[in-house]
């Protein structure tokens, strides 16, 4: 069925639960108890069960069978019997039937016996009378889905991903692909154990990381048909592609939600941890194409295209505010090397290619004067700051060393002793932003929330420290394990001076470390 399954479930729920509001009237009327009686009968049998014919014997067969996953689950309640969810799928059956049971409730509570069944009877006329199934058979799978792309305007769309399955379970349907058949829903119900939307995005990752190219807004299906389901696919060929997709619907579940992708891995906790920013805090979705790819390197060369990812991001599009479409052509551009051969993968060449962007879009000067306008905004979450500030400190050796090595002197220098938990770890105003009126200093109320006065701390540290002077607040600075704070604590005074001073010296060091 290409369309209709939501619809003609809904309708075999409702009559379920009209069955059930008959059960549950009380009356003591042999009259009412057999129309009761008649009723639920035919309502059980033009919506629930029919009976069939097959070799002479007749059996009952269920008017309405959902997908393997869902069969049972929708079994249970259209018979009225007890079920617990256990996917995503089972709770929305379960919360369209307490939506039915409380449209029900609202037509006949507080009501007679007799009043009770002629508004069950009034509904049951109303869906045999106001509402037509109509069928449209076609012999040929592909001409069904280009009907209904053409006729649906209403309602929900039916997704890509259920297209797919729709076509490919279609064509594997013969005698002779019976096994392959088994083996290809099972795969497509794991797949499909996410919310349409999540997998609308894996579908188009998936076709971009392999195509080198993104599918356009209303082609995804047809764009990604024909690339991996052509005319000409044999049934081998539809499984080795199904599979392959469901593998990468593992990978890409794992990096949408910013987890490590590599399944019993030993990573260090700060790698997993610059992911999770990249993902959630940077929400850099157009790197996800690459990433998949990335993940065929194995997990060293992960690691490495994923740290050049987070400070090149920053300093391209957070910053500087770049166009990201030269950027995602980019990355798209190696995703299709890495699927069709990680050996020609040279990370050289995706460097260069990094590097030109820069110079293009976010050189020195646009991103010095976009870190010079950067300030402490106490209505927003000031992720920029904070991501600027953490980056920095675990970078502050290798720049005070005088960035000695390069590069490969930063990475090797890196400080990956400490995870800072995003969401935990607090901006702190050197020069306090709530300044008692005696203590107030007029020529630091003008910076205060310029990235000079900005430092970072654990919550612990900023709650202590609160709103006291520079005087006292120098001597926490000195023992925490930042090394920037170090450096802060010093200074002998601050005033707009050091202020001013610390600003330069944050752009300068951030003009090296964000850097690819």
């Not at 014997?57 to 007890?82: A, G, I, M, Q």
């Not at 692909?177 to 290809?184: D, G, R, S």
């Not at 925490?480 to 002998?492: A, T």
């Amino acid at each position: 069925m290409v369309d209709g399954q939501q619809r003609l479930a809904t309708f075999v729920l409702l009559a379920s639960r009209v069955m059930r509001r008959y059960d549950r009237i009380k009356t003591g009327s042999s009259r009412l108890k057999s129309l009761i009686a008649k009723r639920r009968e035919a309502i059980k049998k033009q919506y629930i069960d029919f009976e069939d014919f097959r070799n002479m014997s007749p059996r009952v067969v269920p008017r309405l069978v959902l997908s393997r996953y869902d069969k049972e689950y929708f079994r249970k309640l259209v018979r009225l019997e007890e079920c617990a969810p256990e996917r995503s799928s089972h709770e929305l059956l379960g919360e369209a039937t307490i939506a039915l049971d409380r449209l029900l409730a609202r037509i006949i509570t507080g009501k007679t016996a007799r009043a009770q069944i002629q508004e069950l009877v009034k509904l049951e006329n109303l869906l045999t009378g106001a509402f037509y199934v109509v069928l449209l058979a076609t012999g040929d799978l592909h001409d069904a889905y280009r009907l209904f792309q053409v006729i649906n305007d209403r309602g929900m769309s039916l997704k890509e991903v259920d297209l797919l399955r729709a076509h490919t379970l279609g064509h594997l349907d013969k005698p002779a692909t019976q096994h392959e058949l088994n083996e290809a829903e099972t795969m497509w119900d794991e797949i499909q154990d996410d919310s349409p939307n999540r997998l609308q995005d894996f579908l188009r990752w998936y076709y971009a990381a392999h195509t080198g190219k993104a599918a356009g807004k209303a082609t995804l299906y047809d764009e990604f048909h024909s690339h991996f389901f052509p005319r000409t696919a044999t049934a081998g060929d539809i499984l080795r592609q199904i599979k392959g997709f469901q593998g990468g619907v593992h990978i890409c579940r794992r990096l949408r939600d910013g987890e490590w992708p590599f399944a019993g891995a030993s990573a260090p906790d700060w790698k997993r941890n610059r992911l999770k920013i990249l993902v959630n805090v940077l929400k850099h979705n157009h790197c996800m194409p690459l990433l998949y790819a990335a993940h065929s390197l194995g997990e060293r060369r992960f690691s490495e295209i994923m740290h050049i990812l987070d400070k090149f991001f920053f300093r391209y599009k957070v910053m500087c505010k770049a166009h990201p479409t030269p950027m995602a052509t980019v990355y798209l551009k190696y995703a299709e090397v890495i699927c069709k051969s990680p050996s020609a993968f040279d990370i050289r060449d995706f460097l260069k290619d990094l590097r030109d962007l820069l110079s293009a879009h976010a050189d020195d000067e646009w991103f010095r004067a976009s870190l010079e306008g950067l300030k402490y905004d106490e209505d927003r979450g000031n992720k920029e700051v904070k991501f600027l500030l953490i980056t920095l400190e675990e970078n502050w050796k290798w720049f005070s060393m005088g960035c000695r090595g390069g590069m490969r002197g930063r990475d090797k220098n890196e400080d990956h002793s400490r995870v800072f938990d995003f969401a935990e770890t607090t901006i702190e105003h050197v020069y306090p932003r709530n300044v008692p009126a005696a203590d107030m200093k007029p020529d630091l109320e003008p910076v205060k929330h310029k990235l000079g006065n900005m430092t970072v701390l654990d919550p612990g540290t900023n709650s202590a420290l609160g709103n006291i002077a520079f005087g006292s607040k120098r001597k926490h600075l000195s023992l925490s394990s930042n090394l920037v704070n170090r450096e802060i604590s010093q200074k002998q005074k601050w005033g707009e001076k050091e202020v001013a001073a610390r600003q330069k010296r944050l752009l300068e060091a951030a003009l090296k470390i964000f850097a690819v």
